[in-house]
């Protein structure tokens, strides 16, 4: 069991329930082993839900939480914390356009199928409110990853597909996106240099997509972030990248390397929407760190 020192009881309690579970536990004992800090605070001024530093790692979750939705929140940020150990970061704001959508995409469905495993092994120990959260965030690789679960299939690679199938959640995803952009737009100009990193599909996947033991869940289906239903974007979000490209090419002369043009573009397709005030919840709940970078 992976020994984190720490004054919060709330936070002991968190990480002894993410114990039980022994995807929860592989992965904060990565985090430990490579230094992180996991700080819980008052987050409202920073209007995040959650947030993983990059640089600082620091892993930040709000004061105010129960211990069991801790945890659920510490497996999904421990998730993107074991991807930025292995670099995957600042290709997600690559200058290449498609680099950083692929990328973006690509840890966000491993996190979400990674936080669901989670949530099912903790389910198996008693503590149902992981579940619960994942439900009311990303039903889709939780049902997923349970239903690989009983047929004895791979619930990484099913959870992972399934995470495409909810255009709720691959568009609030491409806003965060869009707008992280914008927030790093000083970074890009000072350092150019850093972001024009290019990364094909076979190098994301093999990077993030691994499971307990190492071994690359994709394995078969390397070429999956070339593929339009994975790399894809709506015609809205076409137009909102199209915008800030051509904004700051015109401020600061600086092209993106892929245009829009390459990358296959669908008409606007929305999921079923939930009912304004549980998607309104929902959206709060989703808030992670993209807004922390």
């Not at 806003?175 to 150019?192: D, G, M, T, Y």
Request: proline share 4%; hydrophobic share 35%; glycine share 4%.
């Amino acid at each position: 069991m992976p020994q984190y020192k720490t004054d919060d009881k709330n936070l002991q309690k968190a990480m002894w329930i993410l114990n039980h579970s022994k995807t929860g536990r592989s992965l904060l004992s990565k985090a430990v082993k490579s230094g992180y800090q996991i700080i819980c605070e008052d987050l409202t001024a920073k209007n995040i839900g959650a947030g993983c530093h990059p640089r600082k790692k620091i892993i930040l979750l709000p004061d105010n939480n129960k211990p069991e939705v801790l945890a659920f929140k510490l497996s999904h940020e421990l998730a993107h914390a074991e991807q930025i150990m292995k670099g995957t970061v600042f290709s997600y704001v690559a200058n290449d356009t498609k680099t950083s959508i692929m990328t973006s995409r690509c840890m966000e469905a491993d996190a979400v199928t990674k936080h669901s495993i989670i949530a099912c092994e903790l389910k198996d120990k008693g503590y149902n409110e992981p579940y619960e959260e994942a439900k009311a965030i990303s039903p889709e690789s939780l049902y997923a990853v349970e239903k690989s679960i009983k047929d004895k299939s791979n619930p990484y690679v099913a959870g992972f597909k399934a995470w495409f199938t909810s255009s709720f959640l691959v568009n609030f995803y491409d806003k965060q996106h869009a707008a992280l952009l914008s927030r790093l737009s000083e970074e890009i100009i000072a350092q150019p240099d850093a972001f024009k990193r290019k990364r094909s599909s076979k190098s994301l996947v093999k990077s993030i997509c691994r499971d307990n033991n190492g071994k690359c869940y994709l394995q078969d289906s390397l070429d999956i972030m070339e593929r339009p239903l994975y790399v894809g974007i709506s015609s809205r979000h076409a137009q909102i990248l199209n915008a800030f490209f051509a904004n700051r090419e015109e401020e600061h002369g600086i092209k993106c390397d892929q245009h829009i043009e390459n990358i296959a573009v669908f008409e606007n397709h929305d999921r079923e929407n939930p009912p304004a005030k549980e998607k309104n919840k929902l959206i709060s709940k989703l808030k992670t760190r993209r807004d922390y970078r």
